[in-house]
T-cell receptor
Framework: QKEVEQNSGPLSVPEGAIASLNCTYS??????FFWYRQYSGKSPELIMS????GDKEDGRFTAQLNKASQYVSLLIRDSQPSDSATYLC??????????FGSGTKLNVKP | KAGVTQTPRYLIKTRGQQVTLSCSPISGHRSVSWYQQTPGQGLQFLFEYFSETQRNKGNFPGRFSGRQFSNSRSEMNVSTLELGDSALYLC??????????????FGPGTRLTVT
């Protein structure tokens, strides 16, 4: 079992819709959770961090964390074609190591 | 504030050679982590340095090593290169003193091709 699991996609949504990206993790003791966006040929860019249960909003992005279910999600409201990228979920788990999911590719269609 | 810089950006090496990659973190950041990214394995953690000390290591063979200097700049070395070492090598810096938290910011990466 991988430490962090993501659906590889692609997830296709129309422009203006809400994109919902999901991630599960295996280490129940994990405390820090992050979402990164990676455009093709570029390095990952930090979008959000979340440390406690509940929702955290930043502009069009909302991160949701449920530690009991070991589940993290990222919602992108009013999706734009420029949001088309691969979204990586990262978890800081046991022994303080970062684990990354394989990423979900998002396509936002104009 | 300048971001994380990595040099060189592209590198072509032959099997059996060794390579050294360099990373300069964001000013004030003392934690530097290295990752290998391949299409098949995704992003995999190599090691983390903080204040010139390696405080975390991933599951890579001993051919992969690193170090950090007093100015927080870091180098990563791969000896006896294999074809499977072809990858994008990413460096990330963090402000956090506590390894249990802290947001990481990535550099542009070094694309290594081993022939």
């Amino acid at each position: 079992q991988k430490e962090v699991e993501q659906n590889s996609g692609p997830l296709s949504v129309p422009e203006g819709a809400i994109a919902s990206l999901n991630c599960t993790y295996s280490d129940r003791g994990s405390q820090s959770f992050f979402w990164y966006r990676q455009y093709s040929g570029k390095s990952p860019e930090l979008i959000m961090s979340i440390y406690s249960n509940g929702d955290k909003e930043d502009g069009r992005f909302t991160a949701q964390l449920n530690k009991a279910s070991q589940y993290v999600s990222l919602l992108i409201r009013d999706s734009q074609p420029s949001d088309s990228a691969t979204y990586l979920c990262a978890v800081k788990g046991n022994f303080n190591k970062f684990y990354f999911g394989s990423g979900t590719k998002l396509n936002v269609k104009p | 504030k300048a971001g994380v810089t990595q040099t060189p950006r592209y590198l072509i090496k032959t099997r059996g050679q060794q390579v050294t990659l360099s990373c300069s973190p964001i000013s004030g950041h003392r934690s530097v982590s290295w990752y290998q990214q391949t299409p098949g394995q995704g992003l995999q953690f190599l090691f983390e340095y903080f204040s010139e000390t390696q405080r975390n290591k991933g599951n890579f063979p001993g051919r992969f090593s690193g170090r950090q200097f007093s100015n927080s700049r870091s180098e990563m070395n791969v000896s006896t290169l294999e074809l499977g070492d072809s990858a994008l090598y990413l460096c990330a810096s963090s402000l956090a003193r506590n390894p249990g938290a802290g947001e990481q910011y990535f550099g542009p990466g070094t694309r290594l091709t081993v022939t």
